[in-house]
């Protein structure tokens, strides 16, 4: 899996300038996922321990949820609706509706990710990649 890191990192980088080419700007979720894909692939890389890297899917999931909660609680509105920026139609309350729960999604996949790569049954499936 180590050796398999790095052009990972690369591809995210260059992928991230591409959109920036293409669009001029670089949307939010596509750099946060570059600096953790980049960061928590380094700490793998440079300290040779995968642990960084099977955890990184849930600090982004913890992020992303605590992220949309933060909006939910100290803004007032719905964080999702500025994000896909009138893309979807729907009401104020649909709004709410699904930033809680994607907040649940969010936190769901965390949970997930956490028990799936603590099990030692699949540590020992992905030890033989």
Known sequence: MSYAILPLIIATIISVFFVYRIEKK???IPILGAV??????GLTIVFDNK??????PTIINIIFALIL??????????LLKKLFDGSIKISDE????????????????????????RTPKNLDYCQSL
Not at 69 to 78: M, S, V
Request: hydrophobic share 60%.
């Open 94 to 117: 649909g709004w709410n509706i699904l930033n809680k729960r994607w907040i649940y999604f969010f936190i769901f996949l965390a949970i997930l990710n956490e028990l799936v790569w």
């Open 69 to 78: 909660l933060y909006g939910q609680i100290f803004l007032k509105q719905p």
């Open 36 to 41: 953790v894909v980049t960061l928590f692939g």
């Open 51 to 56: 642990i960084f890297f099977y955890m990184k």
């Open 26 to 28: 670089i949307p939010t």
